[in-house]
């Protein structure tokens, strides 16, 4: 029953939003754009799950083109360093950044100062994908379900550890929102790329 019930409330809480945005005041003109290369800024390492989406659309945008749409890695420091190269490019339209929930609604709201600002600095263009997040344990864990995990939680504070991408990343606050809506402490573990938390688990 306790599963039935935190399940969907789990893949709401920590649900994820990728999405194409560009310098504000970019207005390239139609009818000649591209006539150069186009680079999509990545705040995710390469072999990630963005990265992989970002190098299909590129792919498919070089295509329609016929201009190469290359794919510029600069994962760390919450998005900030693929954020503030995107910032300082010129507002042409040929620097797009592809920017996450984290980056442009849920870091404004923890950090006091931020060297950006998601609603003057940046322009929608469009949304890439959608995903849901997942609980899982290393082979040989003792933990196998949800309640397990909170019944540990419980009894030995601090003593699980979770992984996520970065601080403040929806990985972060779904297990955050967890603790809370559980009465438990867990320890937090941030990596800078995904695939290195999963070698650890």
Same mark, same amino acid.
């Given at each position: 029953m306790f599963i039935k019930k935190i399940l969907p409330w789990l893949c709401a809480a920590a649900l994820?939003?990728?999405?194409?945005?560009?310098s504000a005041q970019s207005s390239p003109n139609a009818s000649a754009f591209p006539s150069k290369p186009v680079r999509l800024i990545n705040p995710f390492p390469a072999g990630s799950g963005p990265?992989?989406?970002?190098?299909? @659309? %590129?792919e498919k945008l070089t295509r329609a083109w016929g201009q190469?749409?290359?794919?510029?890695? &600069?994962?760390g420091a919450s998005g900030f360093i693929a954020i503030n190269a995107a910032k300082a490019s010129a507002p042409t339209g040929y620097d797009l950044l592809v920017a996450a929930a984290d980056h442009m609604a849920i870091n404004p709201a923890l950090f006091k100062k931020l060297p950006y600002s998601a609603t003057k600095?940046?322009?929608?263009?469009?949304?890439?994908?959608?995903?849901?997040?997942?609980?899982? @344990? %290393?082979?040989?864990?003792?933990?196998?379900?949800?309640p397990q995990l909170?019944?540990?939680? &419980?009894?030995?504070?601090d003593a699980a550890t979770y992984g996520s991408n970065a601080v403040g990343s929806p990985l972060h606050l779904g297990a955050a929102q967890i603790e809370y809506a559980t009465g438990t402490t867990?320890?937090?573990?941030?990596?800078?790329?995904?695939?290195?938390?999963?070698?650890a688990v």
């Open positions: 994820g939003l990728t999405s194409l945005v560009a990265d992989a989406v970002a190098r299909i @659309v %590129g190469p749409v290359l794919v510029d890695n &600069r994962p600095d940046f322009v929608p263009v469009s949304g890439l994908y959608r995903t849901s997040f997942f609980i899982l @344990v %290393g082979e040989k864990s003792p933990i196998k379900t949800i909170i019944a540990y939680a &419980r009894a030995t504070p867990m320890r937090h573990v941030p990596y800078k790329e995904t695939s290195a938390l999963y070698q």
